[in-house]
């Protein structure tokens, strides 16, 4: 499409967009407790609020209210299966089957449970390959799995680091890596959108070299999941775990997501830290004391879900399949995100530099550098928090925008970077 730096042209591709009416679908944050709306581009920290999720809850409290433990097997949704009611729609979303998904604990309780099962260190295999500058959260459970194995970080971790000069790491570089090091790895762990820099992963390629070495291969995919489309069972990823409260729009700590292949659901080798959950359905109430492991991502399930939490899941869910699903979002992203970048390039070459790579790379979210000449960044974007942006700021110099299909139009786009060059 060729684009065009104007309001009036923003505005078109509004009047265009099959996807606007869904802002409507959320609370927009308004400015300082005026009517006018935010521009709110946060979406890659803490996505927006969907105007079912009140509704969802209210219908589990009046349960709860009415009706006491017997919630748990009375209703539209009874508690007691209430996650199998998401599993279809977050299957969807990461390209899975509706057995290979579960939504539970949190990301990193996630991932921990994941590496439980899936890194087992030998005396020759016992590394793993993670990037350098991953989300910390991550380093710290790769490097403390590592240590309760009897390994140092120093040893066991391969940390990934970009060429001299550049922000984000090549795919031949990341090849590279896992086939000199394909003899000593017993894990690769890496993000399917990197965090900083708003980099896509080749996930396939990754995989691909990974089942060719017998290395097993998890996903970091907290930035990823309704942000790209992704297809992890036929990639044949191992396991992956991803927050919901970004692009999912479930609310703040919100229940997360987990990915474990059909191909381990029946090994009965695999450990595992085991609860009543993952327990076999229909021996559960037995309550008796063998373990017997649901033959499903279930599986890896401890205790029973936190039903509030999940009726937030199920409402934003719904509304993204009010939207076509994560198809059409990823359409309209490129789109979005695309005439973003060419208004910053276009009016800002010399002030700010995006080291997000291009389409083929990315996702919703620009990461924006401010340049050497403006040392006072955060003031820069300091001041646009205080003209009605939210975005985010990472240091040293970043600022992270994510317009967001669901909800962010043209015209925030287009007012946005009026409000940064003016700020500048």
């Not at 920290?45 to 006491?68: C, F, I, M, R, V």
């Not at 970043?398 to 500048?424: E, G, H, M, W």
């Amino acid at each position: 499409m060729a684009f065009e730096d104007s309001l009036a042209f923003a505005q078109k591709l509004d009047q265009q967009d099959p996807l606007a009416f869904m802002r409507d679908a959320f609370h927009i944050p308004t400015f300082k407790d005026s009517e006018q709306q935010e521009i709110y581009l946060c979406g890659n920290s803490l996505g927006l609020q969907p105007k079912l999720t009140a509704e969802y809850l209210n219908d589990e409290l009046t349960k709860w209210q009415k009706l006491g433990v017997k919630g748990h097997f009375d209703g539209a949704f009874p508690w007691l299966p209430y996650h199998e009611f998401l599993a279809a729609e977050s299957a969807a979303l990461v390209g899975a089957k509706p057995a290979e998904v579960v939504c539970m604990n949190s990301l990193t309780a996630n991932l921990h449970f994941m590496m439980v099962s899936f890194y087992r260190p030998t005396a020759k295999k016992f590394k793993v390959l993670i990037e350098d500058h991953a989300f910390p959260s991550d380093h710290y459970a790769v490097e403390s799995q590592v240590n309760f194995h009897g390994h140092s970080a120093d040893e066991a971790m391969i940390l990934l680091k970009p060429r001299e000069g550049e922000t984000c790491l090549q795919l031949e570089d990341i090849l590279a890596t896992i086939d000199a090091h394909a003899d000593e790895l017993a894990l690769i762990m890496l993000p399917g959108v990197q965090y900083y820099t708003g980099q896509v992963f080749d996930m396939q390629a990754i995989a691909d070299a990974a089942q060719h070495h017998d290395i097993v291969v998890g996903f970091d995919l907290a930035h990823a999941a309704g942000n790209i489309e992704m297809q992890l069972h036929d990639w044949g990823v191992d396991f992956a775990a991803w927050c919901t409260y970004k692009y999912l729009n479930s609310g703040p700590g919100s229940v997360a997501g987990c990915f474990v292949h059909e191909k381990h659901h029946d090994n009965p080798d695999l450990p595992r830290f085991a609860g009543w959950w993952g327990h076999d359905k229909a021996s559960r109430f037995k309550m008796e004391n063998q373990f017997i492991p649901i033959q499903s991502a279930e599986g890896w399930q401890l205790s029973n879900p936190p039903i509030l939490s999940l009726a937030a899941i199920r409402a934003s869910l719904d509304t993204i399949k009010q939207a076509g699903g994560i198809g059409e979002l990823r359409y309209k992203s490129k789109q979005l995100t695309a005439y973003l970048r060419f208004l910053l390039e276009g009016r800002l070459p010399e002030q700010v530099i995006i080291i997000t790579p291009d389409e083929a790379l990315s996702g919703c979210q620009l990461s924006v550098c401010i340049s050497s000449e403006h040392k006072q960044g955060k003031d820069v974007f300091d001041a646009i928090e205080a003209a009605g942006v939210t975005c985010d700021w990472r240091e040293p110099n970043v600022i992270r925008v994510a317009p967001t299909p669901l909800y962010n139009s043209y015209t925030d786009c287009y007012k946005f970077v009026d409000i940064l060059q003016a700020a500048l």
